[in-house]
Every structure is written in C-alpha cells, then in structure tokens.
C-alpha cells in the first residue's frame, strides 16, 4: 500500500486548526510572543522554506526544531 494513500490533506483553515492545537509541543508562542500572530509567522517561514527546497539542516533554531516537530506530528496524525 502506498505510503501516503491514507494520509489526509489540511487545508489552509484546518492547518490553522491543527497548529492552534500543537502550538505548546510545538512552540510557536516564543516567535512573537502571541499564538496567533506566531503561528502565521510560523507558516509564512514555512511556505518560504518548502517553495525555496531548504533544507531543514539549513534553519537556525529554534524555527529548525519547530519545522522538525511540525512535520514529525504531521507524519504521526497522517496528515499532507
């Protein structure tokens, strides 16, 4: 079976969900100082890395750890 047949995509709305609910295993909240605003912060550095193909060995923490942990959850929920 395919590795990501199972997997389920977030969009945009469902991805603001799902890092509103990971922001403490994740913290975000140390970028800004505020959940919200540092989790629009996290995506648009993230779009920025994933559109440039950076790789994560690349990144300063403590984005680096945050972005490592982001994609390990996303990999543990099966979720693209």
Not at 3 to 11: A, I, K, S
Not at 49 to 69: Q, T, W
């Amino acid at each position: 079976m395919p590795r990501y047949e199972t997997f389920d995509v977030l969009d945009e709305r469902r991805l603001t969900a799902f890092l509103c609910r990971e922001e403490p295993a994740l913290g975000l909240k140390s970028l800004t100082g505020k959940p919200f605003t540092s989790i629009g912060a996290f995506v648009t550095n993230l779009e920025v890395v994933e559109n440039e193909l950076i790789p994560l060995s690349d990144l300063n923490e403590p984005f680096r750890g945050m972005a490592e942990n982001f994609y390990r959850l996303l990999d543990q929920f099966r979720l693209a």
